[in-house]
């Protein structure tokens, strides 16, 4: 009748081995440990993304410290075997892994393979403890009855028993604290509940000659761990959508508008502010001029246009720069650098460009007066007509930033037709919709902002000019492609230094000794500061290589940079406005990084499913 | 249609909608519809009210008319799939009108938009338990139309599978939506981008499947996207997946198993289907859905210990199923009361108003469903391992619970409870402990006084167990006057009830004293006894012969049986032997020869009927060594020395030439035979 001994050990396949041995003609020196090796990380990573390797370590094998001395070692510390006289319990032995379980895995499971019968219990895990406490706060499933112990020697009936060719698992759940076992791939049910942090996987082994092999992710395991993985991360997803917010309803409502449109405004996203603010029926903090100016300056930077973001700070904030020498030192050093990119305004003006391009190109001089000019015809046209969705292109660029592979198809079309482009990833309020009717003729005149004409104008044509791609928010992404689909010969000539001009070349020249007398003026009035020499260093060295785009320090050069100093130059107009530097949103986003962190510190399993990047899309 | 009394305005403005269809202005007839439309959702009395005033004739007929714009035709058939969302007396009604007939009639018209909502329409008709499914397979142009509208859109193919999923009751429903390419057409389904389209295609493969081989066999092979059609339902068992779906899915499998297609040791069912079904019984799912998986796994281990065995240590399903019983506890009634209603809730607006009566009612039925669907499980787990069933007896209170369920007035859960007990009425240590400590035979006797065919087959197959020799049990039932009834079951027109009713009769008579033999005889008749020993079932055949041997056992019985019956009971042995029956039918007939010759005056009966002899004879040359092993024993009673007229015997048989088979028997290759040969031969040479 009874007879356990036939269960068939399904799903045991193992094509690790096969492969280890086709790779060791391929490879040199340790193939198949570094191939397995590789594996290894790869499924740890896998099903434990949220672990920190640097401060809490997975359990990889035994370990050869904390072991007694009648456990034998071998195969990377991964195969036990017992060399004792196993007469009776006395001569019972154990090994631990190396690392106890960290709570951050969520779900943490291993197994291990009964490889030569006799085995007469297999306790699985242990709290650290000191070694001759071995006994006591340890959790076991024995082999020889099938009974589960906790901390006494005397068992509970828990599940069967097994025997040489079983695969035993053990699963241990640090969302509940329980620890459930299993035969062959098959779930045994809970065996503990209200278990304490830091358990080690441990494996203990009492009658000669018996042999076990661990299994902590170097291959694939008999039970589908993933399964009951995705079980828990949906169920802790479901908890999180599900969060009962109440009586709360409306204010929470509140609390997302608000969050949402502080960080259209932070962002100087002006007339999608101004569109969500209306729709529902909010009101913005900052002054509409107040967003605009911000706005101007910051796309002034992102177009790598320093300077011209310089002199508008300093006549729209006037002393914010002053009170702030690191942030113009910052932003003089980014100027030098466009400078040798051949974008700033100050080396711009030497450069021969394509007749359409200059045509088009509306010139530095007359952006302050004309933006002036266009803010009371937005006010005036913008409340009932579609002007507002002019303003929308930012967001734009901002979305297509988090998420590249969306990016490239936007990005070939909007060299054919820009607008449509803008228009189709703007949020769709009914007056935008109307905007293609309004056709380009009057797209001039309504912009709320001289930069959005240029990005039209630039796209349709001159695609190897930066700040027209820049506008379009797909920078990145679209000096690949130029590295693809531009002519050499345009990329060539966009490439040179300075635009390839003699006149702005000296002029940099010049412009970089005016940076260093900042630099050691700064040195007098506020003592040696070691960013800031790097900075210059970092700078200047990219006049040392012929070519400085592809030079070890060419990273600079890279638009991308352009961000952290415009978001900082934003930062600091916001904070001498008394308004906050950061928007809460990413405040919020932040907190809760930080909480997940720090839930993992204090051992709440449950933050390896409700990682943050989870709900970024 | 029911007599409703209605307020007059209520009636009144009812009376306007339907006015208003009869309209001669079209445009107003549609406005009419549509006002009619927002009037009926989610509104039982009105839906009630337009079909007692005849609305939906008037509306088939709109429906039905050429002239009628395409609008008003669809506006006509969604009103109608509105009422039919109300009460069960509507959907009676409607098909009354014959909507059936008229919306299939609908289905052939080309615009989409009045397709979809014929089929929404007849969805609702046909998911409802008053309508007969057979009108779907009236018309044998239908199904195939309906296959073809599957390609139209996504609501096409979910209203279309859900109407398959409940239409399909019956192997010739299977077929006929085999023989038409279901699977073909609704295999690419199970990948739709929507949900519901996935869930309705996924149920219709388990309709499909259930207890039929050419489906699951067909099924095994299909590719979706280049996936075996076994993976995608074991991704959709993943445990992230809507519980509806692990479930349905995990049914499929089963009855892929238990059809052929799937052995049972593929990982696929020991890893996958069976830890699924065995999740759905865990207490934190739904009452329906603990139902349906304790019944599917039960179904699916039934024929294979293995998966027994498996099951038994799989997440404590033993200790797991104990929770069944303890429904409804007042905690659990209130909570489930709660996810019952949101349930219903989800499904159908308009009844929102289901009252805390029925909802009670529900909780009941749910309490008994729990039941037998657990009892079910256990009699699956139990029914060949000895280890499980000592785990399922000391499971807390578990006698006491089959005690109980033998007696409750549900026969679903009397059965079910039976079918466990006769599970572990297997079992040699239960039957001499549990199940006398907890007298299971009262109310087994009491079940079997007065009971449906298929509880009695059950009950009596417990008995049987029960009568075993062993059994503490038998004592009592056998002063409870179970003969009578045992003997009233062998003259059953069912097999089943006759085979059990011998059976235990066969049981209570094996080393019984000569008063219950005496009493079995008188009881059974020597009528019944014969028209047994001609039962056209060889297991009733069987059975009775094994009665006559344990009748005819310790030599005082014998003589009495003989020198009361014997002229009828030679006269059976003769025409079985003579008959076309198995070997072990005359074997066992053999045996009760043998048994026979052991009497002191039976023997005579033998050894004065030549033509008996003469097929002893016959039978010891035969080719089947058991059947010779059998006759031998026969004669070797027959010369057995230290018995009165031994030597007369010997002598008689020496002439007969049964010596000289004997002698050839000595050198049998069977070691048995010939060692019961030799044991014969020395007889003679004593």
Known sequence: FESLDKLAVTGTHNPLTLHLKNLDYLLLGDPAFNYQEAELNERLKRLYPAVNEDETPLPRSWSPKDKYSYIGL???????????????????????????????????????????KGLDFLSSLLPLSPIPGWDKHSYGYHGDDGHSFCSSGTGQPYGPTFTTGDVIGCCVNLINNTCFYTKNGISLGVAFTDLPPNLYPTVGLQTPGEIVDANFGQQPFVFDIEDYMSEWRAKIHGMIARFPIGERLGEWQAVLQNMVSTYLVHHGYCATATAFARATETLIQEDQTSIKNRQRIQKLVLAGRVGEAIEATQQLYPGLLEHNPNLLFMLKCRQFVEMVNGTDSEVRCFSIRSPK??????????????????????????????????????????????????????????????????????????????????????????????????????????????????????YKHQEILQAQDISLEDSCASRQLCGGNQAATERMIQFGRELQGLNEQLCREYGKNVTHKKMLQDAFSLLAYSDPWNCPVGQQLDPMQRENICSALNSAILESQNLPKQPPLMLALGQATECVQLMARVRSGSCSFARVDNFLH | TKCVHLPPEVTATSRHYVDRLFDPDPQKVLQGVIDMKNAVIGNNKQKANLIVLGAVPRLLYLLQQGSSSSELRA???????????????????????????ALLQGLLCPDLIFIEACLRCLRTVFISPVT???????????????????????????????????????????????????????????????????????????????????????????????????????????????????????????????????????????????????????????????????????????????????????????????????????????????????????IEPSQQHTTLHTTLDHDLKHAHELRQAAFKLYASLGSNDEDIRKKITETENMMDRIVSGLSESSVKVRLAAVRCLHSLSRSVQQLRTSFHDHAVWKPLMKLLQNAPDEVLVMASSTLCNLLLEFSPSKEPILESGVIELLCSLTQSDSPALRVNGIWALMNM??????????????????????????????????????????????????????SSHGKQIMQAVTLILEGEHSIEVKEQTLCILANIADGNTAKELIMTNDDILQKIKYYMAHSNVKLQLAATFCISNLIWNEEDGSQERQDKLRELGFVDILHKLTQASDPNLCDRAKTAMQQYLA
């Open chain 1, 74 to 116: 071998s195969q990377n510390n991964l195969r036990v075997h017992y060399k004792g006289h196993g007469k009776n319990h006395k001569d019972a032995a154990s090994v631990r892994a190396t690392h106890p379980i960290p709570a951050a895995c969520g779900i943490y499971y291993f197994e291990v393979k009964i490889v030569s």
């Open chain 2, 75 to 101: 506006e006509c058939a969604v009103v109608l799939g509105s009422l039919a969302m109300g009460t069960e007396n509507n959907i009676k009604s409607l098909v009354d009108c014959h909507i059936i007939p």
């Open chain 2, 509 to 562: 008579a094996f080393q019984a004293d000569q008063k219950v033999k005496g009493e079995i005889v008188r009881a059974l008749g020597t009528e019944q006894l014969f028209r047994l020993l001609s039962d056209p079932d060889s297991n009733v055949l069987m059975k009775t012969l094994g009665l006559l041997r344990n009748l005819l056992s310790t030599r005082p019985h014998i003589d009495q049986v003989m």
């Open chain 2, 132 to 346: 007969p499914v057979q009108l779907l397979y009236t018309d044998p142009t239908v199904i195939p139309h309906l296959m073809s509208l599957l390609s139209r859109s996504q609501r096409t193919q979910e209203y279309i599978t859900q109407i398959f999923s409940h239409c399909c009751k019956t192997p010739e429903h299977q077929t006929v939506l085999f023989n038409h390419g279901a699977i073909q057409n609704i295999a690419p389904l199970l990948i739709s981008p929507s949900y519901k389209v996935r869930m309705q295609a996924l149920k219709c493969f388990s309709v499909l499947a259930y207890e039929n081989t050419q489906v699951s066999m067909t099924l095994v092979n299909v590719l979706v996207d280049e996936e075996l059609l076994s993976q995608v339902f074991v991704r959709m068992m993943q445990r992230d997946q809507p519980i509806d779906m692990q479930l349905t899915a995990a049914k499929c499998l089963t009855y892929m198993c238990r059809a052929g297609a799937i052995r049972t040791d593929d990982s696929c069912i020991v890893l996958k289907t069976l830890p699924c079904l065995v999740r759905m019984c865990s207490k934190e799912r739904l009452l329906e859905e603990r139902v349906e998986g304790a019944e599917t796994l039960a179904y699916l281990m039934e024929p294979d210990v293995e998966l027994q065995r498996i099951a038994s240590v799989t997440d404590h399903l033993v200790a797991m199923l104990a929770d069944y019983f303890k429904y409804p506890s007042s905690v659990s009634a209130i909570t489930d009361i709660k996810r019952v209603r949101h349930w219903t809730l989800l």
């Open chain 1, 357 to 474: 391009s200059q045509d088009s190109y509306p010139g530095s001089p007359s952006l302050s007066p004309r933006h002036g000019a266009t803010n009371p015809n937005l006010h005036s046209a913008g409340a009932d007509s579609p002007t507002c969705s002019n303003g929308v292109t930012p967001p734009n660029k901002n979305k297509s930033h988090n998420k590249y592979p969306g990016v490239s198809s936007a990005s070939s079309s909007s060299s054919s037709s820009p607008s449509s482009v803008n228009y189709s990833e703007s949020n769709s309020t009914d007056s935008t919709k109307s905007q293609p009717h309004s056709g380009t003729s009057n797209q001039e005149e309504t912009s709320d902002s001289e930069m959005e004409i240029e990005a039209e104008h630039y796209t349709n044509g001159v695609a190897e000019n930066p700040s027209a791609r820049i506008m379009n928010g797909t």
